[in-house]
């Protein structure tokens, strides 16, 4: 084994590239909601540059050759550095491959059956996709279905890498945690479904479609049309900045997530309501960050969807995905070890 490929430095690379995804999540979520995932007109650079264009000759020249898309500094830098973070981002889970494969099988990595190799591997394939996503939000200027699957790949990158933390020994270890792994399941279903359909609200400029909570417009039912809201064979090719559905489609995007919401309060709060009564340490973060996502949500209809707001509820509702993960891999571990090697048995 080479000296430097070690399970100790596998453990260090992992903490920081969780650390960055949920920065690149987050930072993501600002690129969004700030209007500025068209910030550069083109991919990977910034209208032909590393940077952005900042002279008085590199902005006159990037605006002839993107006559369409007027210089704006603030957005630009804003989507430059999701892109820079990004690519470290790829650049690290790269690295993590390396060292994995350079651990021989079966060196101890503080959990069971020493260093993982598959999930480093299907991190680098999904951060390889991602960066296609990121290039097609741009050249499909950002097409809906474009945008939302690349807001689940960042979801799913931070997931895997979590969930690679906790095989790895890192984080909590989400003992006695059996009884609950059907239960947990369901939860991450529902929660990522509920992530989808937020970024199908984003992506369609749906937020604030209803101006006020619990009603919409004053009504409990408003009128809506579903059909057009979640239509996902839409046209490829018009710049959907701002959005180009009528209300009522919006509303009834908006009026889903809603809806979605309520279900995640359900079945969550019953998983965390479980874990509570089990004395589990996981029940207060499961349940203290399913109530900071409905209070962030609210906010964000109450406050007119306020910058910080809305980022914030994008990076809890990534938190908060991250505890049901802890739960549901706490669950699966416990399985595997009570499993009777003869009859296959297990304790759910």
Known sequence: MAEWASPKLMRGL???AVGLALVVVVLGAYTRLADAGLGCPD??????HLGVPD???EVQAAEAQFPDAPVEADKAWIEMVHRYFATA???LILGMVVVAYRVPKGIPNGAAGGTPRALPAALLALVILQGAFGAWTVTLKLWPQVVTAHLLGGF???ALLWLLALRLGIGPKGEGMAPFGRLASIALVVVVAQVALGGWVTSNYAALACPDFPTCHGEWAPAMDFRQGFDVLQTVGPNYLGGLLDSEARIAIQFAHRLGAVAVLVVVGLLGWRLWKAGSPLAPWV???LAAQWALGILNVLLNLPLAVATAHNGCGALLLL???TVREGAFQEIQENRSPITGANSE
């Open 156 to 158: 799913a990158t931070l």
């Open 89 to 91: 981002l790829g650049a």
């Open 55 to 57: 002279t008085e000759a």
């Open 43 to 48: 991919w990977p650079g910034c209208y032909g």
């Open 287 to 289: 349940l203290g960050l």
């Open 14 to 16: 992992t903490v920081a």
């Open 323 to 325: 505890a049901l993960v």
